[in-house]
């Protein structure tokens, strides 16, 4: 397979303006091997995404989509290629550095919220807070003020158990911005909520990205996908437009 | 944010984590008796020993104070020998026998100690006066309550009786001059003294210049060695006994209780560590998508190890803590069993609480605590994020 | 000539026998045939008298003499009553009878008749004297409790983890209509089955034990007794107890489990 090489700025808003790119991806190849079986998940993808873009990355299921934001995560290592955020090849760290790295730069919201399900809806927010040793009274005060930007002000002491999907994927959403990271980003941010409770995720994305978060998501939701100011299309690994 | 989260999981699963503690409870019980019980002995035996101040003993040649009939013979002469030598502050010669106190139709037997009241390391006064008299007597609370008497009372003892003939060797009128407790006497066992001169002439012409036994007190600073090889060439016929050997004697013959111990004592950290390690073994694989998404969001390794390692540590800590307070329960009552033996002085405990033994075995489990989380703990913040996540999602 | 000769043999008395016990013979390396001096220091005997060893004699299974390194040597009993200068006496008879009806009687016939005697029966006496071995009984029972106490919360807490490993699959057999009982019936029987295995386990492990603490501490204390025993009746004890605890622990796990909602169970 050859890879194709994609560098067109976003369809909305971003235009032919000199943007500085928050992600650069370059020739991305990540395989798996199952026993004697090799599997090439993604066949060298690159792509760039200016500062306050809004991507949605969309395609059927297994075309990697999902390696794809795992590998701009930095929770994943690719087999050959790049990543670089921020100006920071992530790609080749260590551990110990992508963990710090994704800590302060990359925020995640994942599919089924994945919320402490011990800690408060405060308290999650907290977390990456206080892992990046923030003080308490500050974490305190920023984990109120994203949850209020969320709409969950009054249920800040609530435990997941005691949310809705949709409010416990706000809370996600919260904790993903709490360390104010250069990215979002989202993967099937609404595949476990119903549809109304999806169109609010949607909007809430949409403030975000308006508010000026670079927001990067994987999703089979067409309404999300066109809410975004560009789709990349990808099939077999590969992307196949945008 | 480690301790909000370690409290936060513990408590997410109360029952477990309060069935665990609670069996670390009980193996540190176990734990903090088998320490008491392997240091207990010995140390109390040695504190009953040294109580008096007198450091050394001579018994009849190749045998221990009171395990035997044997005597020492020309007692008068041995002290008079030993008393010469300004080293020795006090020599203390003490005989061993059986009395018989005729009291309401019926006969009490009772052990009895012929001893130097002035000099004397058997009993401690607890009320009126030492018997200094010849015809005075003490007795311990299970001999008066037996022969009824109170204090100022007279009574008729008897020694030696022959069983052949049904009669008795000696027998006098006392006064019983105080009550005492004997130091080496055992639980509930009758006991009187009266003055060794007194016993000499109740015993018969078998018994008389006889002790079973002699307790010397040493000046302060001097060598007890040196003091040992002086007595030695007395050549008085008798063993000498430091504090020291008669240490080892008892040690040997406990031997089975302190190997008892330490083999107990062993199993009981293993239980304990094997059921935290269990625990959170158990309680980490359950958790291996929530620490996966802990990684993702940018916690890193050591953080993630923390938070295990303080929950075995919290489990194990509680657990100590509950055992102490267990421990020193069921070591009294362990020691209440144990104290039955027959003829043990009653003043000996088995199970001897000593902080710094106690504090090490507690300590010992808590290092265990940590140890049961380290291991799971790096296994499940090392598995890869990704396929970790995914395969949590598909499950 | 022969007559002076027989007179020299009838004047010289042969030398005593003695039996020693075993450890002795290790202690002091003698051997039967060896010469000793036996003496009890007495003005009758001031020097003693040299006997032969005769025999060597095992250590009896006497857990009295366990702990004691005193060691002992049989003599004739005119030999030892002239050696300590006891005269003709003894500490005390055996007597033998023909069943307990017998022993009943002499003992009446003796404590009425005989002058100065008491006559106990040999299992009294047993009872009497084994005081120290039952404080230790006692002693290891207490031992026996604390561990099973121990174990029982121990298999609790592995019953409990090992139950709720397995919730979701729970859920989903109540979801499809399996009912609380069958649910229930299907662990206690596992934890029946693994109290079986665990106790059979637990038996060999024990009697392993069993014949290192009898090999070990026939070592140091040098005698014949066997200190540890594993009958089959504390097997039978064991077993059943073991049976009884895994079921308990069992049905308490999984009694929390039926009654939790089969969606909480899921997590939703």
Known sequence: MTSIESAKPGAKGIGLREVPSVVEARRLTRDYSFGKELVHALCGVSFDVP?????????????????????????????????????????RMIDREATSFRLRNIGFVFQRFYLMPTLSARENVELPMAEAGISKTDRLSRAKELLTYVGLGHRERHRPSELSGGEQQRVAIARALSNRPAILLADEPTGELDARTGAEIIALFGQLNRDGTTLIVVTHDEELASAANRKIHMRDGLIVDG | MPFTLAWASLRRHGTRTLLAMLGVAVAAAMLLDMVMMSTGMRESFRRLLVSRGFQLRLAPKGTLPFDTDATIKHTRRALVQLRR?????????????????????????????????????????????????????????????????????????????????????????????????????????????MPLE?????????????ASLFMIRVREGVNLDSAIQWIKMQNLNSTVISTESALAQIDERLRYFRQLAVILGIVSLFVGFLLVTTLITVSVNERVGEIAVMRALGVSRSHIVEQIVLEGMAISLVGAFAGLLLGLVTGRYLNGILSSFPGLPEAIDFFLFQPKAAWTALGLLALSGIAAGVYPSLRASSLPIATTLRQEAIA | ?????????????????????????????????????????????????????????????????????????????????????????????????????????????????????????????????????????????AIGVITIVASAIFLLCIMLLKVEERRRDVAALRLMGISRQSVMRAVV??????????????????????????????????????????????????????????????????????????????GR
């Open chain 2, 198 to 210: 007194t016993m000499w002439k109740m015993s018969g012409r078998d018994r008389q210049d006889e």
């Open chain 3, 189 to 266: 029987i596992e934890a029946a089955l693994l109290a079986l295995v665990g106790s059979g386990l637990g038996v060999g492990v024990g009697w392993v034990g069993s014949q290192f603490v009898n090999w070990y501490f026939r070592g140091v204390y040098r005698t014949p007794l066997a200190f540890s025993v594993v009958t089959p009746s504390i097997v039978t004890l064991a077993v059943v107890l073991s049976l009884v605890l895994g079921i308990a622990a069992g049905f308490l796990a999984s009694l929390r489990l039926v009654r939790t909602p089969p969606l909480i169970l899921f």
């Open chain 2, 85 to 193: 030598n300004p080293d020795l502050t006090a020599v203390s010669a003490v005989l061993g026998g059986t009395i018989h106190v005729p009291r309401n139709g019926r006969v009490i037997t009772s052990s009895a100690l012929g001893l130097d009241p002035r000099v004397q390391g058997d009993y401690e006064l607890l009320a009126g006066t030492d018997p200094i008299a010849p015809n005075a007597i003490v007795g311990n609370e299970e001999f008066i309550r037996e022969t009824g008497t109170r204090i100022g009372d007279t009574l008729t003892v008897a020694t030696g009786y022959d069983s052949q003939t049904r009669e008795y060797l000696g027998s006098r009128t006392f006064v019983l001059t105080g009550r005492v407790r004997f130091l080496y006497g055992a639980a509930r066992q009758r006991a009187a003294a």
């Open chain 3, 1 to 141: 000539m022969i007559l002076p000769l027989l007179l020299v043999a009838l004047v010289q008395a042969p030398q005593r026998t003695i039996a020693i016990d075993e450890r002795l013979a290790v202690d002091a390396k003698l051997a039967v045939g060896d010469k000793v001096i036996l003496s009890a220091a007495t003005p009758a005997s001031p020097t003693g008298d040299t006997v032969i060893v005769g025999a060597i004699v095992k250590r009896s299974t006497d857990p009295a003499e366990v702990a004691r390194s005193e060691i002992r040597i049989r003599l004739h009993l005119d030999h030892l009553q002239s050696l300590a200068a006891y005269g003709d006496r003894v500490d005390r008879f055996a007597v033998a009878t023909r069943g307990e009806a017998a022993t009943e009687q002499a003992i009446d016939v003796i404590n009425s008749a005989a002058f100065g005697f008491q006559a106990h029966r040999s299992k009294d006496i047993a009872v009497a004297t084994s005081k120290t071995f039952q404080v230790v009984s006692r002693f290891h029972k």
């Open chain 1, 51 to 91: 500062a306050g873009d809004y991507v949605a990355i969309v395609g059927p299921s297994g075309c990697g989509k999902s390696t794809l934001l795992n590998l701009l995560g930095a929770i994943d290592r690719p087999t050959s290629g790049s990543v670089v955020i921020n100006g920071t090849d992530v790609a």
